[in-house]
């Protein structure tokens, strides 16, 4: 960000207590950008302040209340809405209501890998939150991450890999850090706006592989395990609200079918390198958990 940039106002981060958002902010504070973090009312603001956030504010995506307050003298805005949220359209249009009143200069949308895919009513939802971006007049961007290797990382490190879809279904995984680089470009003005642009890691890649691929990097076993969707429905899944269990069991059932496959090329474009493989991301885990023991 340049220093007149920079002067305009803080980068405001939605969502900025989970891990995506906590991300977003050490890479834009890294950048010596300033970052206004939201998290929902009540929810603590230790984790978004040692991320690098200068400032917390409380906002509630479901109500909009805070939206206005956090917008004002924004000079952009992360906006990345809770998983399988199911008003997901709606917190769109509050958040692209409030940062069009506040003139931020950017506007950045988290979305996801193949929001068009109709056999996932969430990324259908995500389709539709990004009409009402492109729509909001603001200079935007829309980012479709795959899904994280960092979801998968801690099951690893254990020592197994428990999935409810089929193990051989074909996945190209990302890496938070590299999709947390690509937005702060979003959000900084280094990547023009107006693109739409899909970030999917170097490899394609099944649980069972990945889990081989763990085995040999972290040298010691890492098991694939497939639980029943059943299983996974009355077990993990079962104090979900019924709605994100109906949606998670959709996607499940969608993995089954065809996995989650995107292309590397432009994601390799946007960070002038290869982007993170799954082996680099569990060395790199694995080095920082024998620091922290030793």
């Not at 929902?40 to 206005?68: C, H, K, N, S």
């Not at 969430?122 to 009402?132: I, L, S």
């Amino acid at each position: 960000m340049t220093p007149a940039a920079a002067a305009a106002g803080p980068v405001l981060v939605l969502g900025a207590s989970g891990k995506t958002g906590r991300a977003v902010t050490r890479a834009l504070a890294a950048r010596g950008v300033r970052v206004r973090a939201a998290v929902r009312p009540g929810r603590p603001t230790a984790a978004v302040l040692a991320a690098g956030a200068d400032e917390a504010v409380a906002v509630d995506l479901g109500t909009g209340e805070g939206l206005a307050e956090a917008s004002r003298g924004a000079a952009a805005v992360y906006h990345l809405a809770p998983n399988v949220h199911p008003d997901e359209v709606g917190m769109a249009e509050r958040v692209c209501a409030a940062a069009g009143r506040a003139a931020v200069g950017r506007l950045v949308f988290h979305s996801v890998l193949h929001p068009d895919d109709a056999s996932m009513p969430h990324h259908a939802r995500k389709a539709r939150a990004e009409d009402g971006v492109r729509a909001t007049g603001l200079p935007w961007t829309v980012l479709r991450p795959a899904a994280y290797h960092q979801n998968l990382l801690g099951a690893a490190l254990r020592g197994c890999i428990v999935v409810p879809h089929d193990l051989d279904a074909p996945f190209t995984n990302v890496d938070l850090g590299d999709v947390a680089e690509v937005a702060a470009q979003a959000l900084t003005g280094a990547l023009p706006a107006g693109g739409t642009h899909e970030l999917a890691g170097p490899e394609t890649l099944s649980v069972r592989a990945l889990a081989e691929v763990a085995t040999d990097v972290l040298g010691r076993p890492v098991h694939a395990e497939q639980v029943t969707l059943e299983d996974w429905a009355t077990g993990p899944a079962a104090a979900l609200p019924d709605q994100s269990r109906a949606d998670l069991t959709a996607m499940l059932r969608a993995y089954d079918a065809a996995g989650l496959v995107g292309r590397s090329d432009e994601l390799t474009e946007l960070l002038g390198r290869t982007p993170t493989s799954w082996a680099q991301v569990l060395r790199e885990a694995d080095t920082t958990t024998e620091r922290s023991t030793t």
